[in-house]
């Protein structure tokens, strides 16, 4: 059974362009995530995407940043005109269920590396 | 979410037991004790998590204590590979989804 699958691996970018990161959930789960980890920092929620429908982005900034998760194929996280301060890795995670109240265990893909030039 | 405190870093022997302690004071009685790692440059991975009982794995074990204010994570074994940052996580409730990363224990294992 794969695991969550994230691609590419490392984007290199110049200010002003689009990077567009994709993630493939392990199969059978419906639920995708996506976090940002700065340098030296904690990953940060950012998205919480159901198949064709965005549940949380309340952790995504308000412009530049979109994510889909259409109903066929990988979630989507897609940033407009890159800016330096847009450098990091940006990790994708998927789980089973989200019962409000029961316990959610996430599985992380290996994250795809940004870096904005 | 509750706030959870965790040391830094801590040091281990290479085939000792390792414990990693992790204080959640303001834990609310819906709320999960997880705990994640981070090894070097990959995705963190899910170790255990818990409620109120002790919990246990192929990985670790989880201890939590009866107040529920605080846990330990027990690697009985640990091997060089250990070595990561490891991150307790309390979460529950309605944005049971939304995973908070503090800055999480740096344990070295050393040979």
């Known amino acids: 059974n794969a695991g969550v699958m994230q691609n590419p691996r490392h984007l290199v970018r110049r200010r002003g362009q689009e990077a567009r990161l994709r993630c493939s959930p392990m199969?059978?789960?419906?639920?995708v995530y996506w976090y940002r980890q700065l340098p030296e920092e904690g990953l940060k929620f950012m998205v919480y995407?159901?198949?064709?429908?965005?549940?949380?982005e309340s952790g995504m900034p308000k412009e530049r940043f979109s994510a889909e998760f259409p109903k066929e194929g990988p979630s989507i996280l897609r940033i407009q005109q890159v800016v330096r301060g847009d450098s990091a890795a940006y990790f994708c995670?998927?789980?089973?269920?989200?019962?409000?109240?029961?316990?959610?265990?996430?599985?992380f893909g290996p994250g795809t590396r940004l870096t904005v030039l | 979410d509750a706030k959870t405190t965790q040391p830094t870093s801590m040091d281990c022997a290479e085939g000792r037991a390792a414990n990693l302690p992790c204080n959640h004071s303001?834990?609310?009685?819906?709320?999960?004790v997880y705990w994640y790692r981070q090894i070097h440059s990959q995705g963190p991975q899910y170790i255990i998590h818990?409620?109120?009982n002790n919990e246990t794995n192929e990985m670790a074990s989880l201890i939590i204590t009866e107040d529920r204010k605080s846990s330990t994570l027990i690697l009985p074994h640990a091997t060089l590979r250990d070595t990561a940052v490891y991150y307790c996580?309390?979460?529950?409730?309605?944005?049971?989804?939304?995973?908070?990363f503090g800055k999480g224990t740096l344990l070295t294992v050393n040979p």
């Open positions: 995670a998927s789980s089973l269920n989200t019962l409000a109240g029961s316990y959610n265990e996430q599985f």
């Open positions: 199969k059978g789960h419906s639920h």
């Open positions: 995407l159901q198949k064709e429908n965005i549940i949380d």
């Open positions: 303001t834990i609310s009685g819906n709320e999960y």
């Open positions: 818990g409620l109120k």
């Open positions: 996580i309390v979460n529950g409730g309605g944005s049971n989804y939304k995973l908070t």
